[in-house]
């Protein structure tokens, strides 16, 4: 099994930055590409950005490549979601998942959260 768990959200005014965590452990190869996805109240989970380790393509929301950046900590199996300039649109639970995919796969379907098995339980960013 895979546990994820992630870490850094909080309040931050309009503007300030913050960093997400996700923490993997478990079994072993288990999972080959992680994705954070966020979900707004009211709205459905859409994918933010994500990660294929081997190779370290990195994939992103048109609408946020320009202020999110993911990155990826091989040796504590955790990924990073650095977020800048942020806004009171980016307002949301944040959760990442975890996939054993192949690289050619999750380039067309990173951003579909269907197709996620492994999910965290979630950090909530708010900014005002």
């Known amino acids: 099994d895979v546990q994820l768990v992630e870490s850094g959200g909080g309040s931050v005014q309009a503007g300030g930055s913050l960093r997400l965590s996700c923490a993997a452990s478990?079994?072993?190869?288990?999972?080959?590409?992680m994705t954070w996805f966020r979900q707004a109240p009211g709205k459905e989970r859409v994918g933010v950005a994500g990660?294929?380790?081997?190779?370290?393509?990195?994939y992103y929301a048109d609408s946020l490549k320009e202020r999110f950046s993911i990155s990826l900590d091989d040796a504590k199996k955790t990924v990073y979601l650095q977020m800048n300039s942020l806004n009171s649109e980016d307002t949301a639970m944040y959760y990442c998942?975890?996939?054993?995919?192949?690289?050619?796969?999750?380039?067309?379907?990173?951003?579909?959260?269907?197709?996620?098995?492994?999910w965290g339980q979630g950090t909530q960013v708010t900014v005002s």
């Open positions: 998942a975890a996939a054993f995919v192949l690289p050619t796969w999750y380039a067309r379907n990173w951003h579909k959260a269907t197709d996620y098995i492994y």
């Open positions: 990660i294929y380790f081997y190779g370290g393509a990195t």
């Open positions: 478990g079994v072993a190869d288990s999972w080959n590409a």
